[in-house]
């Protein structure tokens, strides 16, 4: 398994057993940093986040297509409230995830937003932290062969001159993308960079006075009682748990980074 799957499977399992929900996005904290930086605080923000990025929702939308739905927990809140749901993601093992807890009425696609090839529309596409992961222009491209209404982008941006942008482009290169395609306007830009940077400080307190110390003494005590299977694991994986055991801050690296924005796309009448 790769570290980024084994961190996705890890922050999934903490959000369901927590909080019950399984979501894999950040958390939304508007009134800053919580007293306690714990797992159940982190576990409300990311309902709030789910909460904000709902109220963006334009009445009248029935059908819904979640682009990177990640343990099919957003879709299943969704799902709820009413509304008709379709997930994709090209990740088979988030997508078992999604299908163990979604009703079997919702489609789960496994496949990339860019090679998705389906008959029908709908009335909104959602990118739950889904969009830096695909180049912006075949996104809005699908976008605009799938959307008959709306898009939200509640996702992260690279910060201008901040390193090589690779796939996690720039927001003016988005909004570059955006004014060469007018049958869309931008109907909500907005920088909500401070408000998700809490996340950051709960899960480096959480690592750092929790996870990474009992980490180390279970590996002093597997190397004493277990000294050949230890000295196996430790050739393995051993630089990458030094790297997770290290102090880590990156609420401070993040935002030098990136910023964070909640973006509504409507579609412009003809």
């Known amino acids: ?27 939304y904290w508007p009134g800053g940093r919580p007293e306690t930086p714990s797992a159940r605080a982190l ?31 957003n879709a299943l809140a ?25 009703p079997e ?15 029908r529309r ?22 605009d062969r799938y959307a008959t209404r709306a898009a939200i982008i509640f996702d992260y941006f690279r910060r201008r001159g901040e390193g090589a942008e690779g796939r996690r482009q720039t927001h003016a290169a988005f909004l570059a993308e955006l004014e060469a395609r007018p049958g869309w306007r931008l109907a909500l830009d907005e920088d909500v960079t401070e408000a998700i940077l809490p996340t950051f400080h709960v899960l480096d307190h959480i690592k750092n006075a929790h996870l990474a ?35 880590s801050a990156r609420e401070e690296t993040f935002g030098k980074t990136y910023e964070y924005r909640l973006i509504r796309l409507e579609r412009v009448a003809p």
């Not at 969704?78 to 807890?101: D, H, I, W, Y």
């Open 213 to 247: 110390p009992f980490l180390k003494r279970f590996r002093t005590e597997f190397r004493r009682g277990r000294p050949v299977l230890s000295r196996i694991v430790e050739t393995a994986i051993g630089r990458r748990l030094d790297k997770f055991q290290r102090p």
């Open 1 to 27: 398994m790769k570290l980024k799957e084994f961190q996705l499977d890890f922050e999934a399992m903490l959000s369901e057993a927590v909080y019950g929900h399984g979501f894999l996005h950040y958390g």
């Open 122 to 143: 709908f009335d909104l596409c959602l990118f739950g932290e889904s969009f830096h992961y695909i180049q912006q222009g075949p996104a809005l491209d699908q976008i």
């Open 43 to 73: 576990g409300e923000a990311q309902q709030a986040w789910f909460d904000r990025m709902r109220a963006e929702i334009p009445a009248g939308v029935e059908t819904i297509l979640d682009v990177g739905s990640g343990t099919g927990a």
């Open 105 to 119: 009425s919702v489609p789960v696609h496994e496949t990339g937003f860019e090679t998705l090839d389906l008959p």
């Open 78 to 102: 969704l799902t709820r409230e009413g509304f008709r749901v379709e997930c994709l993601s090209p990740s088979a093992q988030l997508n078992a995830m999604a299908r163990a807890k979604l």
